[in-house]
């Protein structure tokens, strides 16, 4: 089955550096989504990528999705403590309808 | 409108209760879905409905069972509590399957 890998678990950074966070699937990518979660709470949805070579941006977070539709990343620009929390990636899983998620990476920045 | 909302927030069973967790939608999404968040896991599907009358399972099945009966209304059962099903509970909303997912704010439940 299908399985999303997330890049790094873990990160710290200082309040005004770039980041990215990487999320690689074991098969093709019908649709990708980024969530961020703040710890204890439900998940907000950032973006979906459904194209190859897609990318969308948000205020200062941007996604991309690889031509190969393998791979996503999410780059975040001059970081902030609001940025702070869980960052997952989700997948429908080859199709099927039952969604999968990565492990999520977790972002703490410094003030 | 108020989403996706779960109820309860919180919940302590002792081994072998049953309960329900009630997640309901008031944006007419089609899909619907109950995940599980454990430490080191991420979130795992327990099962999914992609419209009334009509759910099938997710990853991790066992344990649980749904029903969808309205559009509305996808209710999550224990059926006999245990340990193990000590985690958060997430229900998601989605206006058509294989669209963006709307999450609720998720029920904490510890099993003793």
């Known amino acids: 089955s299908q399985e999303l890998e997330q890049s790094p678990q873990s990160l710290i950074v200082q309040e005004g550096k770039n980041l990215t966070i990487n999320c690689t699937s074991s098969k093709t990518l019908y649709g990708l989504y980024w969530y961020k979660q703040k710890y204890g709470e439900g998940l907000i949805f950032l973006m979906m990528l459904q194209k190859g070579g897609e990318e969308k941006s948000h205020e200062k977070i941007t996604a991309k999705l690889d031509e190969k539709k393998q791979q996503s990343s999410l780059h975040i620009t001059a970081s902030q403590p609001s940025h702070a929390g869980i960052y997952l990636c989700g997948a429908d899983n080859t199709g099927t309808y039952k969604y999968i998620f990565g492990t999520g990476t977790r972002l703490k920045v410094l003030a | 409108n108020a989403g996706v909302t779960q109820t309860p927030k919180f919940q302590v069973l002792k081994t072998g209760q049953s309960m329900t967790l009630q997640c309901a939608q008031d944006?007419?999404?089609?899909?619907m879905s109950w995940y599980r968040q454990d430490p080191g896991m991420g979130l795992r599907l327990i099962h999914y409905?992609?419209?009334?009358?009509?759910?099938d399972q997710g990853e991790v099945p066992n344990g649980y069972n749904v029903s969808r009966s309205t559009t509305e209304d996808f209710p999550l059962r224990l059926l006999s509590a245990a340990p193990s099903q000590t985690s958060v509970y997430f229900c998601?909303?989605?206006?058509?399957?294989?669209?963006?997912?709307?999450f609720g704010p998720g029920t904490r439940l510890l099993v003793l």
């Open positions: 998601a909303g989605s206006p058509r399957r294989g669209e963006t997912q709307y």
């Open positions: 944006m007419n999404h089609e899909y």
């Open positions: 409905s992609v419209g009334a009358g009509i759910t």
